[in-house]
T-cell receptor
Framework: NAGVMQNPRHLVRRRGQEARLRCSPM?????VYWYRQLPEEGLKFMVY????????ESGMPKERFSAEFPKEGPSILRIQQVVRGDSAAYFC???????????????FGPGTRLTVL | DQQVKQNSPSLSVQEGRISILNCDYTNSMFDYFLWYKKYPAEGPTFLISISSIKDKNEDGRFTVFLNKSAKHLSLHIVPSQPGDSAVYFC????????????FGKGTMLLVSP
């Protein structure tokens, strides 16, 4: 019963390159959430997706960031033209149904640590 | 504007004693609260939760108390064990069909033998 999988665990990019972070939710989970944790900070919500749909991207920076959760395959968080300020830990969480008012707990993956040189 | 606040960055407790971690929130629309535990280089692990219709929820050594009027919740761990040493995050969600989580900055708990 595998948990939420994220890869790579560590990613190093130079300024201007692209970063692709992958998240495979737990089996049976069709809801995916991406969070970012900057140093010395809590996790901050970025985007919430269901299969083939973006439900809420209110926490996503308007430029350079995009996310998808295709019908087949993992969810992808894509950061174009990375800058040093993008260096952070990016966590993915999943739930079997919409996670509101205690209906379903979100379970987190181990995170991807992005370092921008 | 931080809606979920954990004002103690760290807490040190001796093994066997009680650990009390505190969390305050400002948004009265939050109606579900969770505690997550996080070890270094790992993702947060769900620990315990409480709905706003309750004021206490207990699971083994872990108890969460909610004071809605004060917009305050606390996590009690008793007895504390060295393996409890981790960062503890308080999180809250809104009363809606779905809701993302709003996290505090975390409290690092160190339980010494």
């Amino acid at each position: 019963n595998a948990g939420v999988m994220q890869n790579p665990r560590h990613l190093v990019r130079r300024r201007g390159q692209e970063a692709r972070l992958r998240c495979s939710p737990m089996k049976g989970h069709s809801h995916v959430y991406w969070y970012r944790q900057l140093p010395e900070e809590g996790l901050k919500f970025m985007v919430y997706l269901q299969k083939e749909n973006i439900i809420d991207e209110s926490g996503m920076p308007k430029e350079r960031f995009s996310a998808e959760f295709p019908k087949e395959g993992p969810s992808i968080l894509r950061i174009q033209q990375v800058v040093r300020g993008d260096s952070a830990a990016y966590f993915c969480a999943s739930s079997p149904r919409a996670s509101g008012s205690g209906t379903d707990t979100q379970y987190f993956g181990p995170g991807t640590r992005l370092t921008v040189l | 504007d931080q809606q979920v606040k954990q004002n103690s960055p760290s807490l040190s407790v001796q093994e066997g004693r009680i650990s009390i971690l505190n969390c305050d929130y400002t948004n009265s629309m939050f109606d579900y609260f969770l505690w997550y535990k996080k070890y270094p280089a790992e993702g947060p692990t769900f620990l315990i939760s409480i709905s706003s219709i309750k004021d206490k929820n207990e699971d083994g050594r872990f108890t969460v108390f909610l004071n809605k009027s004060a917009k305050h919740l606390s996590l009690h761990i008793v007895p504390s064990q060295p393996g409890d040493s981790a960062v503890y995050f308080c999180a809250a969600s809104l009363n809606s069909g779905y809701s993302t989580l709003t996290f505090g900055k975390g409290t690092m708990l160190l339980v010494s033998p």
